[in-house]
């Protein structure tokens, strides 16, 4: 499955999912719009993405940042003290 497939799959589950939560939110008494449930949708999408990005990409624990110091001084002399 490629990329584009993946992205088109995603939006018609979040399509077909999104009414039946309206009718159920209807049914327990609950007036709700489907263009609201999209929209917080697209903001838990977007928040989770953004923490998931910036927990990727910076060393937060210690040994990350012991591995990335290994990296840098393995990119910087070619021979970071690894024997073989």
Known sequence: MNEYSKKEAAIAIVRGVVP???MFLTMAGISADADIIITAVGAA???VTFIWSWWKNNNITQAAQQAQTF???LKET????VQG
């Not at 070619?78 to 003290?81: I, L, S």
């Open 20 to 22: 039946v939560v309206v």
């Open 45 to 47: 999408i977007a928040l």
């Open 71 to 73: 990296l840098n001084e």
């Open 78 to 81: 070619g021979d970071a003290g």
